[in-house]
């Protein structure tokens, strides 16, 4: 059941769970950045915005995406997306630019500027990112 904030309008997992209470568009993430940007996001949200129980929300700087927590975290830069996603294990292997221990689980970045830069294993990676909540 989740729930949204009077103030905000933004759907939460929980009632008066904690969160960056401010009215952000995702346009207005994207303004001044290539359109291709906007289409890898769009393909990756339509892919998983149809994942059982999933939410989207915006802050000022990026697109968060929860079931329970957080398990997806989009950052719209200059000329690319910094995709944030979660799993129990490093990865240290390319496209993950950045794999870090985070309590009992590692927090992984990758980043992707084109629409050809999104492969079959990024949506592997998300499902496991949501699969550990």
């Known amino acids: 059941m ?3 904030c009077p103030k905000c309008d933004r759907e939460l997992p929980r009632p008066q769970q ?3 209470c401010a009215r952000v568009s995702v346009d207005s993430l994207f303004e001044g950045r290539p359109a291709e940007l ?5 393909k990756i949200l339509a892919e998983v915005a149809d994942w059982d129980g999933v939410l989207v929300g915006t802050t ?4 968060v995406f929860t079931r329970r927590w957080v398990f997806l975290v989009i950052r719209p830069m200059k000329k690319e ?3 944030k996603f979660y799993s129990k294990t490093a990865h240290p292997e390319k496209p993950v630019v950045k794999s870090a221990a985070l309590g009992n ?10 629409l050809d830069d ?6 592997v990676y998300l ?3 949501y699969a550990l909540l």
């Open 18 to 20: 904690r969160h960056y």
């Open 81 to 83: 997306l910094d995709i």
């Open 38 to 42: 906007v289409l890898v996001f769009d």
């Open 127 to 129: 499902r496991e990112s």
């Open 105 to 114: 689980k590692f927090e992984n970045h990758i980043r992707i500027s084109v």
């Open 2 to 4: 989740s729930w949204t």
């Open 60 to 63: 000022p700087n990026c697109i």
């Open 118 to 123: 999104l492969r079959p294993a990024l949506f």
